[in-house]
């Protein structure tokens, strides 16, 4: 009895420290070096149920893109608009989240790229998937001008290679954004090891983020496949978010985001955060043009640079470029992407070179009431198509899973959607036309298929070059003078050092103080 008794004893002495090194988070147990916090069980140990948890370094800058830390601004138009424009950019205070930019619009030897692959792939049987995917070269003829040379070689030619893409429309620029993020992931997960190149995918069988992380996309295994610590598992998977290797998608900016990014007021804090102190609250001065504060187009420091154009854009009627041996610009079309001054983000041509589609579905009066965190108009929500058994839908002919809207009978008696409806671009628009619906060529010029562009381009005056301004088109018309440049989520921390989110006081590492 008296061993029995030592014996409970013991395990109750066990149990204790147990739990209080659970508590403290030094327990380890076998191969497993991570506690959960809740139950105190052994994390990434295959004994124990095998759950993971990976060490995420966080959040690295995509290839191209330069980190645009999110915050507080006066989104709408600066000066007071021109009296023959529509009133259709009040001045707002909103937020937005970090996210990374393209640093460069888009260029023709990217978007050639694009086109590459969709011909490998899907050439033999799907011509009209490519076909719909082109750009119109046809944006440069005008009645009275001769625009051939433009309309055979600016797209094509590699004298053109790193000038920014034209004549895509709206549609064309998202599904671009789509295959950039599945070719983006492929990539990684080739580099992880999970995968091996396959340069003969083709139709269904291709890599699509979405479809492979549903297991309807196999690929030829790599040479170092994730290790499942399932017990009941097969010892090997795929990857999974979790595993923090896949990053966000590719999409549009929102107009919110392209304006805030445009602004570059980051350059107008006098004393920005660092490693040694925190940044002060404060932006001293409002921008007119994304170059910073001061009102001006041209360079204006005193060195061999003063007095050049900082953008490319039409100086007066009939002057594109300037004279023979001046060239204001030095460009006559759009200029290389990386070519003028860039912003305090690190962005290039945020004014002037092409103007940008944005995410947006246009409304005049869209920022009346408008949600001030992230706002955006164009939300329209969609759902994966199951089937009857619950499981997933199999993925469509050229590998992607089936999507369908969402409906009023989806939502019935959910209370997060604001409004009965998964189709939002009319929702507290300001105009009595919502009501009724946006009749394109009837009442309205405009429908939900009328997209913001932003930025001014190589033949608009100097007014619209200032971020605030903002004009809209068919999302289905393309321009000569438009183009258009990708984002990024920033996800965790707003911080693009990986450092983490919110204020620490003593203990944790804190936030650059």
């Not at 138009?77 to 930019?101: I, K």
């Amino acid at each position: 009895m008296k061993r029995k008794l030592i014996g409970v004893g013991l395990l109750c002495m066990g149990a204790a420290t147990f739990f209080s090194a659970c508590s403290s988070g030094s327990h380890k147990k076998g191969k497993g070096d991570k506690i959960s916090q809740v139950t105190g069980w052994p994390l990434n140990d295959k004994r124990y149920g095998g759950f993971e948890v990976v060490d995420y370094p966080g959040q690295q800058t995509p290839v191209g893109m330069v980190f645009v830390q999110g915050g507080r601004f006066t989104m709408g138009a600066v000066d007071d608009e021109l009296p023959t424009l529509e009133n259709n950019s009040q001045r707002r205070t909103v937020s937005v989240s970090s996210f990374y930019m393209d640093a460069t619009e888009v260029a023709n030897v990217s978007y050639r790229e694009y086109m590459y692959w969709l011909t490998r792939v899907y050439g033999a049987d799907y011509q009209n998937l490519i076909d719909r995917e082109l750009p119109d070269v046809t944006v440069w003829r005008s009645a009275m001008s001769y625009n051939e040379p433009y309309v055979k070689e600016y797209f094509s030619s590699a004298a053109y290679n790193n000038y920014p893409v034209v004549g895509v429309n709206w549609y064309q620029c998202v599904d671009f954004c789509q295959w950039r993020t599945d070719r983006v992931n492929e990539q990684l997960a080739i580099y992880a090891g999970a995968l091996k190149p396959n340069p003969t995918q083709s139709n269904e069988d291709v890599f699509n983020t979405e479809s492979y992380l549903a297991g309807q996309y196999e690929g030829t295994r790599g040479p170092r496949p994730r290790k499942d610590l399932d017990p009941n598992g097969s010892g090997t998977r795929t990857i999974r978010k979790a595993d923090g290797i896949f990053l966000p998608d590719y999409r549009l900016p929102t107009e919110a985001e392209w304006e805030y990014a445009a602004l570059g007021l980051i350059g107008n804090n006098p004393s920005p955060e660092n490693k040694r102190r925190r940044g002060e609250e404060v932006v001293t001065d409002r921008n007119s043009l994304p170059w910073g504060p001061k009102n001006t187009t041209r360079y204006g420091l005193h060195n061999q640079y003063q007095g050049e154009f900082e953008g490319n854009f039409m100086r007066g009627g009939g002057d594109a470029m300037g004279v023979a041996g001046g060239l204001n610009d030095n460009a006559d079309v759009p200029g290389p992407v990386k070519s003028y001054l860039p912003n305090a983000f690190g962005l290039y041509n945020m004014a002037g070179n092409v103007n940008e589609w944005v995410m947006d579905t246009y409304r005049p009066l869209s920022h009346e009431d408008v949600n001030d965190f992230r706002p955006f108009r164009g939300n329209k929500y969609q759902k994966y198509k199951f089937q009857e058994d619950g499981t997933l839908e199999e993925k469509d002919s050229i590998g992607h899973l089936t999507v369908l809207d969402v409906t009023p009978a989806d939502i019935q008696g959910n209370g997060r959607y604001e409004a009965r409806s998964g189709d939002l671009n009319n929702y507290m628009d300001g105009d009595t036309l919502s009501q009724v619906g946006y009749d394109y060529g009837k009442n309205t010029l405009i429908n939900d298929s009328t997209k913001v562009y932003k930025g001014g381009g190589w033949d608009d005056r100097a007014y619209w070059l200032s971020p605030g301004t903002r004009r809209y088109r068919q999302g289905n018309l393309p321009s000569a003078d438009i183009g258009f440049r990708c984002v990024m989520d920033r996800l965790g921390s707003p911080d693009g050092d990986n450092e983490p989110g919110g204020n620490s006081f003593g203990g944790a590492k804190t936030h650059k103080r």
